[in-house]
């Protein structure tokens, strides 16, 4: 048998389970796409809990604040 260099693993935990729909999302961003219908930026929103993905195609001119941000994720998802 060989000497492990590397410390052994916890217990594995099961993950913890939302109590809302939306409250674990990931939001991100793909820049510098090919210009469809004069877009060329996508919002992307995924829902973990769901396992589900919202894409919002975006001008990447638009200087984006967090309440417009907050507006378009309300308009779009």
Do not use: C
């Amino acid at each position: 048998m060989k000497n492990r260099a590397e410390m052994l693993a916890e217990k594995l935990r099961p993950n913890k389970v939302s109590e809302r729909l939306w409250q674990n999302i990931s939001v991100d961003f793909i820049m510098k796409s090919p210009v469809s219908k004069g877009h060329n930026l996508i919002l992307v929103v995924y829902n973990r809990f769901l396992k589900m993905s919202h894409f919002v195609a975006m001008i990447e001119k638009t200087k984006i604040m967090v309440e417009g941000l907050a507006r378009l994720f309300r308009d779009n998802v």
